[in-house]
C-alpha cells in the first residue's frame, strides 16, 4: 500500500508540470451565498485543485484542476458530500439535511 501511495506522489509530481484541466460545474441546487462559500471552501480543500471560482447567480462553478491529482467525479463527489448536486451527481441525502434551512431548495427565499 505505501508503494502504491508513493507511485501515485509521484505521478502527482510528473502531472504539476503538465496543464491543468478547466471544466465548469453546474451547482444547481445552490441557494445563497453560504452555500457559495461552503463550496469554495469544500473544493479548494481538496488536493490538485488550483483554482475554483463559484458564480451563485449562474449556479456554476469554474474549476481549474491537475488531472493528475484529482478528477471530475471526485470533485463531484467531494461537492455531494457537502451536500450540494454537481453536475449529474445528486447531494449525499445527509449532508443535504444537515444543511441550514437557507440552503436547501425549499428554503425561504
Ligand atoms: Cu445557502
Known amino acids: 500500500m505505501k508503494h502504491l501511495i508513493l507511485t501515485v ?4 509530481l ?10 465548469d460545474i453546474q451547482l444547481t441546487s445552490m441557494q445563497c451565498g453560504m452555500c457559495e462559500s461552503t463550496i469554495e471552501e469544500g473544493v479548494k480543500a481538496l488536493d490538485g485543485v488550483v483554482a475554483f471560482d463559484v458564480d451563485l447567480d449562474k449556479k456554476v462553478g469554474h474549476i481549474e484542476y491537475k488531472a493528475g ?9 467531494a461537492i455531494s458530500a457537502l451536500g450540494y448536486s454537481a453536475n449529474n451527481t445528486q447531494a449525499n441525502a445527509a449532508a443535504y439535511e444537515a444543511l441550514p434551512g437557507c440552503c436547501k431548495l425549499s ?3
Do not use: N, P, Q, Y
Open 107 to 109: 428554503g425561504g427565499h
Open 9 to 12: 506522489s509521484i505521478l502527482g
Open 69 to 77: 491529482l484529482v478528477d471530475l467525479s471526485a470533485i463531484e463527489k
Open 14 to 23: 510528473f502531472a504539476c508540470g503538465g496543464d491543468t484541466t478547466s471544466v
